[in-house]
Structures are given as structure tokens and as C-alpha cells.
T-cell receptor, first 114, second 115 residues
Framework: GENVEQHPSTLSVQEGDSAVIKCTYSDSASNYFPWYKQELGKRPQLIIDIRSNVGEKKDQRIAVTLNKTAKHFSLHITETQPEDSAVYFCAASYSGGGADGLTFGKGTHLIIQP | GAVVSQHPSWVICKSGTSVKIECRSLDFQATTMFWYRQFPKQSLMLMATSNEGSKATYEQGVEKDKFLINHASLTLSTLTVTSAHPEDSSFYIC???????????FGSGTRLTVV
């Protein structure tokens, strides 16, 4: 089955700086790579996703890059704000909303220092 | 947008009893429902996948006789934790898909505490 590795486990950045979280996956058949933000006791919230036919996707301060050859994808958050503090999870699946579920990374606790 | 309602949001039960968790898709038909478990400060782990009208598929290491899943309609899936023990205490979250490439919609989660 799929295995997703995520680094770092904790990331502390100054407000206004950029944050980068990296993930690698093991199964080249995976085609869908979402990123979720989760606050304590809440459901995961999709912040951005990318499919295997795209190398990069951006939504305002958030961007995701995908390198299928190397089997890794990264989340980039620019101009970080205090409300960006949360746990972020990367994930992978074969179909992206079809018959298979998501394999999650272990999560990154992002701390924005004021 | 697509909404999945999950109940209860939290439950405390005695060891040895059973607990049922419901997930309903409110404005779409969920062809497939996924159930995840999340221990404190850990990641979400897929427990099982259920399709409407058929038996659930369980991930390796998940006891199908302990975690009973029913997906009787396109809008309702239930997870029953049978003979619960303290080690079953966790955050349980459902997620639905329409079967197309429409992504996943998560329920709000259920915090189960077994005492």
C-alpha cells in the first residue's frame, strides 16, 4: 500500500516569513495529493490539492508543487499570519474522491511566532 | 457545498458497551464512505471503506467484528464500536465521496472516551 512521509514534524516561523512542508510518497500510482489544515478537535479542512497531471498550483498565499518523478510534493505558505498556526497534513490517494481513501502523512505542527 | 453531518460529536461510554456513530451526507449522495481514526497528536488512519449496499472493506489490522460498518443508503453510514475498551478511545471521522473525482468531504468527528 501507499506510504506518505512528512517533514518536519514541527515548524516555527516568524510572522510574515514563508513556511515549507514536504512530503514523499511511495506508490507511483497515486494521482491525487491534498493538503489539510486541522485545528485541535476539529475536522481536517482542505486548503489546496493537486493532481498528477499538474506540477504546481497556487491559491493566494498557498501553493503546492508536485514532482512525480521524485515522488514528492510540497506545501508553501507565504506571508504567514498567526491564524496559520495549526497542524497540517499531506495525503495521497489513487483516484482522488473515488473508490479509495486517503493515506495521510504524520502531520506538521506549524507555529507562527508574532 | 457538500456537507457531511456526523453524530454524536462526543460520547463517553463504559467499558464493554457499544457505541454507534452516524454520518449523513446532507446535500449529495455518498457512493463511498470512509472511516478514519485519529489518536491524540497523531495522524488520521483509514479504518475501512464502505459502499452503499455492500460489505465494508477493512484496512489491515482493523477488526471487522469490533468495528461494524453499515452503509444502508446513499446518505447514511454508521460505525458501531462493539465491546468498547479504553484503548478504543479516539477521534473517529467519516469522509464521503460521490464516486467521481470530486474529492472528499469530512464529517465533524466524534470524540469517543471509554471509561
Amino acid at each position: 500500500g501507499e506510504n506518505v512521509e512528512q517533514h518536519p514534524s514541527t515548524l516555527s516561523v516568524q510572522e510574515g516569513d514563508s513556511a515549507v512542508i514536504k512530503c514523499t510518497y511511495s506508490d507511483s500510482a497515486s494521482n491525487y495529493f491534498p493538503w489539510y489544515k486541522q485545528e485541535l478537535g476539529k475536522r481536517p479542512q482542505l486548503i489546496i490539492d493537486i493532481r498528477s497531471n499538474v506540477g504546481e498550483k497556487k491559491d493566494q498565499r498557498i501553493a503546492v508543487t508536485l514532482n512525480k518523478t521524485a515522488k514528492h510534493f510540497s506545501l508553501h505558505i507565504t506571508e504567514t499570519q498567526p491564524e496559520d498556526s495549526a497542524v497540517y497534513f499531506c495525503a495521497a490517494s489513487y483516484s482522488g474522491g473515488g473508490a479509495d481513501g486517503l493515506t495521510f502523512g504524520k502531520g506538521t505542527h506549524l507555529i507562527i511566532q508574532p | 457545498g457538500a456537507v457531511v453531518s456526523q453524530h454524536p460529536s462526543w460520547v463517553i461510554c463504559k467499558s464493554g458497551t457499544s457505541v454507534k456513530i452516524e454520518c449523513r451526507s446532507l446535500d449529495f449522495q455518498a457512493t463511498t464512505m470512509f472511516w478514519y481514526r485519529q489518536f491524540p497528536k497523531q495522524s488520521l488512519m483509514l479504518m475501512a471503506t464502505s459502499n452503499e449496499g455492500s460489505k465494508a472493506t477493512y484496512e489491515q489490522g482493523v477488526e471487522k467484528d469490533k468495528f461494524l460498518i453499515n452503509h444502508a443508503s446513499l446518505t447514511l453510514s454508521t460505525l458501531t464500536v462493539t465491546s468498547a475498551h479504553p484503548e478504543d478511545s479516539s477521534f473517529y471521522i467519516c469522509s464521503a465521496s460521490t464516486g467521481a473525482k470530486g474529492g472528499y468531504t469530512f464529517g465533524s468527528g466524534t470524540r469517543l472516551t471509554v471509561v
